[in-house]
């Protein structure tokens, strides 16, 4: 089943999917990065949000 989504929203998923933009682009939003930057993150750390929080906040420091 798809999940309706709706502008404004916060992501709540615990995985980013990096095949789709919408998602890159409102984790990138919630993070204050670029998308670039999420995708970055994926890379280097994996799928999920959490690890990818840390990481971006290690990176800054």
Known sequence: MHEQRTKGCRPHAVRININQDFEVRD???RFRVSPEEVREAIRAV???APKIEAWLRRRDC
């Open 46 to 48: 994996g799928d999920r």
């Open 27 to 29: 984790w990138a939003d």
